[in-house]
C-alpha cells in the first residue's frame, strides 16, 4: 500500500501527498472498518517483527511457550 506516492512541496517543506485513487479507495475502505484495520495494523507489526528477529519456533515450540 502505498507504493506510489507523489509528493508536492512548498517552500522546501511536504505539503500535500498525491496517490493512486484505487489506493485512496482501499485505505478508506480499511479506515471505515476497525476490523479490518486491526488486521492490517496485526500485519504490520508481524512484518516488523520477521525484519528484527530471524529466529523461527516450530509449533511445538510456541504451544510449550503458551502452556499449550
Known amino acids: 500500500m502505498l507504493d ?3 509528493i508536492i512541496e512548498e517552500r ?6 498525491v496517490i ?3 489506493e485512496y479507495l482501499s485505505i478508506k475502505a480499511l479506515l471505515s472498518e476497525p476490523e479490518k484495520l486491526e488486521d ?3 500485519y504490520l ?11 523461527r519456533l516450530t509449533l511445538a515450540e510456541v504451544k510449550q511457550a503458551c502452556d499449550l
Open 12 to 17: 522546501g517543506q511536504a505539503k500535500f501527498a
Open 20 to 22: 493512486d485513487f484505487e
Open 45 to 55: 507489526h508481524m512484518q516488523e517483527v520477521k525484519q528484527t528477529s530471524s529466529k
Open 4 to 6: 506510489h506516492v507523489q
Open 40 to 42: 492490517y495494523l496485526d
